[in-house]
Nanobody, 118 residues
Framework: VQLQASGGGLVQAGGSLRLSCAASGSAFSVNAMGWYRQAPGKQRELVAVITSGGNTNYADSVKGRFTISRDNAKNTVYLQMNSLKPEDTAVYYC?????????????WGQGTLVTVSS
């Protein structure tokens, strides 16, 4: 299974971006999908996660501004980011928990840079 993330870029404060991450491969089923981010000099942190049933959880810092969603038919997770702030600047990584045969696995996307200018 591989992940392909897209949608990062440069945006002014108050603007919006939408990230996408698609999982591809054969004979697998996707469980939870999520987004993490890592700012320069900081540890990677959870931004949002969505379960296979559609339950979501957000970091307090993004609640009310970011929305995570998924398209199960496309094995794709999205992160709609609104009212962006300079402190949202980071490399954003998608994370997918999937099942193949009798085992569960977790994989990471390659990261996409989001830069918010003030």
């Amino acid at each position: 299974v591989q992940l392909q993330a897209s949608g990062g870029g440069l945006v002014q404060a108050g603007g919006s971006l939408r990230l996408s991450c698609a999982a591809s491969g054969s004979a697998f089923s996707v469980n939870a999908m999520g987004w993490y981010r890592q700012a320069p000099g900081k540890q990677r942190e959870l931004v949002a996660v969505i379960t296979s049933g559609g339950n979501t959880n957000y970091a307090d810092s993004v609640k009310g501004r970011f929305t995570i969603s998924r398209d199960n038919a496309k094995n794709t997770v999205y992160l709609q980011m609104n009212s962006l702030k300079p402190e949202d600047t980071a490399v954003y990584y998608c994370n997918v928990d999937y099942r193949r045969t009798w085992s569960n696995y977790v994989i990471w996307g390659q990261g996409t840079l989001v830069t918010v200018s003030s």
